[in-house]
């Protein structure tokens, strides 16, 4: 379409070639762009849903075919690094593939080749320039086995191989173009995506399952094709000659061959011409076949090339005639599944390994105690039969001392009996030796006391008269001073008797003093000797209260200790032999202590701590002959 020969309406979606000044001709295409439509909005048009197509497993073919000149290599393999705007299909429809597909799981492959002068090269590889073509007889798929195949993971990558592909591209000036492309390029691109949500179905719709937890995943692969394809020139337009000669009759042959198949297709004939060149076996799935394709036609404004600008629309009018059938191409992923399935043996394999390790170890390790413990149950065996025939003798043993200690018990009970006797008769002495002594005692205290009173009244007489003389020498006194008063002249002889009765006076108040003192002496005399007598008694009668109380709870706790001796007299294990021996040395009987023996001339007090002491003696024996030991550790 263009702004001078031609009038484009892009709202009607219509193309009007005009053939001369009062002719024109109208075609019906989906989409017409003028000059100004921007890349953003030609990929959107014509690229955007093949691409969608593929992501969903189709196939794909985006081809651009027209005039050399017009803005194939413009639209399709545009860069874009000057201006971000200007990128063309190729760039964009990557950035949207990258953008659908996960790193993890999807994979996008490149290959970009080029068919010149009918020998497929690899734009990648340059050393590959005669690649060949493999067709499958049963799907009739076409396959370039030899290409070089980069995996891309990222648009950075992408653009480096696009610009080394360009790089390595034939080009040439020509009069119609500087930079005119003198080859076929293909960009190929393998899409490999995991289906998610339905995978693990089968052609019904049912999930396949090997086993438990394990299902086959489903893939999609499917396969976009860019093809910019050489323009199509006139030999005596271009002014090619030489090399550029050759290039441009096999473009013209290749694309004579693609016109071909068309008209063929468009005309539903029996036979395609697919095989009469390279271009048309490698799109024999774009034309006809199963893939979604688009068509770009691209024409200049130039009257001089009417001729050529027809024939460009009205291949694109035949192409429009074509029909494909689009396939799904969905395959179960039965590589991945090998893989997965070979890391879930090793594992299981390795699991199994060391359980096996494990349990033999285990075993070994059971085997060692059970041997342990045969060995530990006949040493046990044979400690306790040893101890059943030493529980044995040992029992015999104590059968028979038990008997012999009941009958020493029976002779220290009678034993008992007797000092018990003896130490009521003692207790009975003493309380009339305490109760004479007592009296005694007091009739000591109240003749001392009658002696101390009388000794106190002489000294209060001898007191009073001493107060008399006092009185009556102060009386003198005051007579003497009185008189003195009267005579003042006096001989010094009345002085001497003045002084001499002052002295006496003096004297007496002396005397007077030492007597109450004297007197407060006797009394505290007195009284202390009183209170020290009966101090003394009193202790006397409260020791010998606390040794009758003591004599008494050594009683009980004698007749305690006899009880609790023959209750635990069966339970005697530990000193046996040593009872046996004290008794054999001890054998003799101990002869009860009477009042007889006692000594009975000393005085109340001695007699009853030598009762005590004798009573003690007695139960010291008593322990030797059954055994101290023994008894503390039966209480």
């Not at 659908?100 to 290959?111: F, G, R």
């Amino acid at each position: 379409a263009t702004q001078h020969s031609h009038q484009n309406q892009h709202q009607l979606k219509r193309l009007k070639l005009r053939k001369n000044n009062w002719d024109c001709e109208t075609f019906q295409f989906d989409e017409v762009l003028i000059d100004t439509a921007s890349q953003k909005r030609t990929y959107e048009v014509v690229a955007k849903p093949v691409v969608e197509s593929v992501l969903e497993g189709y196939n794909g073919t985006i081809m651009a075919y027209g005039q050399t000149g017009t803005g194939k290599t413009f639209t399709l393999g545009r860069l874009g690094k000057e201006d971000a705007a200007d990128r063309g299909i190729m760039v964009r429809a990557m950035e949207d593939l990258f953008l659908d597909i996960s790193s993890e799981h999807d994979s996008v492959s490149v290959s970009y080749l080029q068919l010149y002068m009918e020998t497929v090269q690899d734009l990648l590889t340059p050393e590959k320039d005669n690649i060949s073509i493999a067709e499958d007889p049963k799907t009739g798929d076409v396959s370039l086995p030899g290409a070089t195949l980069v995996e891309v993971r990222d648009q950075k990558k992408f653009l480096d191989l696009l610009q080394t592909g360009e790089a390595n591209r034939f080009a040439a000036n020509t009069r119609l173009n500087t930079e005119s492309s003198r080859s076929h390029a293909i960009l190929l691109v393998n899409v490999k995506k995991t289906v998610k949500g339905k995978h693990d179905r089968d052609e019904n719709g049912s999930n396949v399952q090997l086993s438990k937890g394990q299902y086959i995943p489903m893939v999609r692969k499917s396969k976009l094709l860019i093809v910019d394809l050489a323009g199509s020139e006139r030999i005596d337009k271009s002014g090619n000659d030489g090399r550029t000669l050759e290039e441009a009759k096999y473009i013209n042959l290749s694309l004579t061959a693609l016109g071909k198949c068309i008209n063929a297709l468009a005309e539903n004939s029996p036979h395609i011409p697919v095989r009469d060149s390279k271009l048309t076996r490698l799109l024999r799935d774009s034309f006809g076949g199963s893939a979604r394709t688009s068509l770009v036609v691209t024409i200049g404004p130039s009257p001089r090339h009417r001729a050529e600008t027809a024939s460009t629309v009205m291949f694109g009018q035949r192409a429009m005639k074509v029909e494909n059938m689009v396939k799904l191409k969905e395959e179960f992923d039965y590589k991945s599944l090998c893989r997965r399935l070979e890391t879930e043996v090793d594992r299981l394999i390795a699991q199994n390994e060391r359980q096996n390790k494990a349990v033999h170890d285990a075993e070994e390790q059971m085997e060692k105690n059970l041997k342990q413990a045969q060995i530990s149950v006949m040493e046990a065996e044979k400690k306790l039969a040893i101890s059943l025939e030493e529980m044995i003798s040992d029992k015999k043993k104590l059968e028979k001392e038990h008997l012999e200690t009941i009958c020493k018990l029976e002779e220290e009970v009678a034993q008992r009996k007797r000092l018990e006797e003896d130490f009521t008769v003692i207790t009975n002495k003493l309380q009339a030796q305490n109760e004479v002594d007592r009296q005694r005692h007091q009739r000591e205290i109240q003749d001392l006391m009658q002696k101390h009173h009388l000794e106190i009244s002489q000294a209060i007489q001898r007191l009073d008269a001493e107060r008399l003389q006092t009185e009556a020498l102060e009386t003198k006194l005051l007579e003497a001073a009185r008189s003195m008063a009267k005579d003042r002249v006096k001989t010094e002889v009345e002085d001497e008797k003045v002084l001499e009765l002052k002295q006496k006076l003096e004297e007496e108040h002396q005397l007077r003093e030492r007597s109450e003192i004297e007197i407060k002496r006797l009394n505290f005399q007195l009284t202390n000797y009183a209170n020290l007598e009966n101090t003394k008694q009193m202790e006397e009668i409260t020791i010998l209260s606390q040794k009758l109380e003591e004599e008494l709870k050594e009683k009980e706790r004698l007749q305690l200790e006899i009880k609790n001796l023959k209750q635990q007299m069966l339970h005697l294990s530990l000193e046996t032999d040593q009872t046996r021996r004290s008794l054999s040395r001890e054998q003799p009987a101990v002869r009860p202590f009477t009042g007889a023996e006692s000594p009975m001339n000393k005085n109340k007090t001695g007699h009853t701590k030598d009762a005590i002491n004798g009573h003690r003696a007695t139960i010291g024996k008593l322990f030797e002959q059954v055994g101290l030991q023994k008894i503390l550790s039966l209480l």
